[in-house]
């Protein structure tokens, strides 16, 4: 089992950027996947974007694409994830989650272990 704390959420004004960080403990971090994924009130929760055990690939939503980028740190167990260019849409709670594998996935069931999540919030 793998242990995630998120921290980095918090209040920004649409066109505005944040980065969350995730940090993990248990398991070998470079041995596994990580994903961040979201949830809005009364919405489903939502893939957001994915790495690699080695870092070496990436996989976003579309909603995300050119606009995120999560990246990992395997020396010291912790994956990020850059908002730029927010916007109201993206106010949610962002989770990380480690994955079963090491390869890329947006699949929910690859996920093994979730953080409890930080809010993130874009006003107009």
């Known amino acids: 089992q793998v242990q995630l704390v998120e921290s980095g959420g918090g209040l920004v004004q649409a066109g505005g950027s944040l980065r969350l960080s995730c940090a993990a403990s248990g398991r070998t971090f470079s041995s596994y996947a990580m994903g961040w994924f979201r949830q809005a009130p009364g919405k489903e929760r939502e893939f957001v974007a994915s790495?690699?055990?080695?870092?070496?690939?990436?996989y976003y939503a579309d909603s995300a694409k050119g606009r995120f980028t999560i990246s990992r740190d395997n020396a010291k167990n912790t994956v990020y994830l850059q908002m730029n260019s927010l916007k109201p849409e993206d106010t949610a709670v962002y989770s990380c989650a480690a994955g079963r594998y090491g390869r890329i996935s947006r699949w929910v069931y690859e996920y093994d272990s979730w953080g409890q999540g930080t809010q993130v919030t874009v006003s107009s």
């Open positions: 790495i690699s055990a080695s870092g070496g690939s990436t």
